[in-house]
């Protein structure tokens, strides 16, 4: 049995992309990531064969650059964003719900490198991957 996450830990990786059927496609035919769409939103979830999974989605706007977002778990989205802010830190999307299994919030660090925190809701039946 795997070893749960630990708090600090990357738990999603998620990839922001203009075309995500394309990225799939190159990560599947690469490496042999499995997808799953996600129903009603332009998402796939993905798993790989060890460490975190993750998920990939169309550019929404305003807030979701094309790139790459680590998930940092955390015991309380709250809390870390105002550690976050003391830090040095800035908070780019606050404390958001995703579909019951949890809440998430997007940061910069002080040297504008995007992240976001994620707080596992402990109802869910699983961990998003």
Not at 2 to 21: L, M, S
Not at 24 to 47: A, C, H, Q, R
Not at 74 to 81: F, K, L
Request: proline share 11%; aromatic share 12%; no cysteine.
């Amino acid at each position: 049995m795997a070893e749960q996450p630990k708090p600090g830990a990357i738990v999603h990786v998620e990839f922001h992309v203009k075309d995500p059927k394309k990225v799939e496609n190159f990560y599947s035919n690469l490496f042999g990531w499995k997808f799953t769409p996600v129903p009603g939103i332009d998402y796939s979830l993905f798993e790989a064969p060890s460490g975190p999974g993750g998920g990939v989605g169309g550019l929404q706007p305003g807030n979701w650059p094309a790139g790459i977002t680590n998930y940092i778990l955390v015991n309380s989205v709250e809390d870390y964003q105002k550690k976050v802010q003391k830090a040095g830190g800035k908070i780019i999307v606050p404390k958001a719900e995703v579909m019951d299994q949890g809440w998430f919030a997007v940061f910069e660090d002080p040297a504008g490198n995007r992240l976001a925190l994620w707080q596992q809701n402990p109802k869910a039946p699983q961990q998003p991957r």
